[in-house]
């Protein structure tokens, strides 16, 4: 039956200790046997190859993705790194945004080149230009210089939250043989569906929105069963599985997750709408269905550094997705790779503060904010 996502949220995870209501954590490394014969037909017999939480995790996001199969990693990174790994080898080419998530661009730009798989970093979003990409790649492959060409897109930009064109991309990848990846850490399976938009692979940083509760650290990977299988290799000789504990706090965090979104971003929307109606000029960020909201307070990083330190409420720090409001400087942690010039070209300026909206009454949001915008405009004296 299909039942609507509020329903397999509040239902996720089957949990495989036979009598239990709940998951049951198992924190055990191994298995043990009392006969050679089950050994044989056993499925998880050494944690480094999954555990029943993990299991119970990467089959609840399946399902929440509308996936043939899911597997549960240690972080977003690791299940990014798996995903990539098992689509692409030596002699492929990844096209991959140019202002992804910091970690993203981190791995790809140091660590691809060990694999002789090349990255080109392209504005994707950019359908025009994403289609002169990929013909020009395809044509290379077809003439035999390079091999299969995968493409990695976000559903929403960090941090400016541009959307991007799911389908139309897809479209763009199926027309020149691509495999299509997309991180829907921000989106999550409550928004969008990558799969059913014709994406072959989703992955996600379930630190973020799926566990909701700034506790846990996991990453997911959807597909089919032959990616999946594939990235499940990756995991277990890489050490990349999620660990027991951090996998049961993510599926109870799931139980809540449309609840969670559909209150954040209500939340997210009517502060986005104060925030552009407000008396000094902020420049604002935002999407439909997104609860994180990009705000260019006055007076660059004097601006954003006074901001954040009149907040009472609202706490810096370097993640989101919790039920707390969070803020983070996107110029100075999560996008300080960029050279500046670069940074600033692509709207990521110094008095640009990201913010994660939590599940505070929108009014008290709000003051705070207010607060911050007000001592940042504050730090303004005749010369600057
Ligand atoms: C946080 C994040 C990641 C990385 O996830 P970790 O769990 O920190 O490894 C990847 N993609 C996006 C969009 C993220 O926000």
Redesign the pocket.
Known sequence: MDFEVATLCCHSGKPLAKGSAKQVLCLASANKFDKFSDYAEAAHVYRRYGSPNTKELGDAIALLEGGESGLACS????A?LAALLAVCKRGDVLVAPRDP?G??YDLLVNDFDRFGISVRLEDVLDLVRLDATLSELYAAATAGVSGRIAVFV?TFS?PLVKVADIPAISKLCKKYGCVLIV?N??GTPVQLKPLKQGADMVVH????FLGGHNDA???ALVGSSEYVTSAAGIVARWGLAASPFDSWLVLRGIQTLKVRIQRQWQSASILSQRLSAHPLPLRVHAAQGCSIVALEVPNGLDGAAAAIDAFQMITLCP??GGVTTTVSHSASSSHSFLPRDQRIALGITDGLLRISVGLEHVDDIWADLERGIFAAAATSHPGR
């Open positions: 972080s977003g990174m690791g990014i998530y970690g993203t976000e960090n991180d850490t921000f940083s379930a630190t973020k650290m996991a990453g993640s989101l």
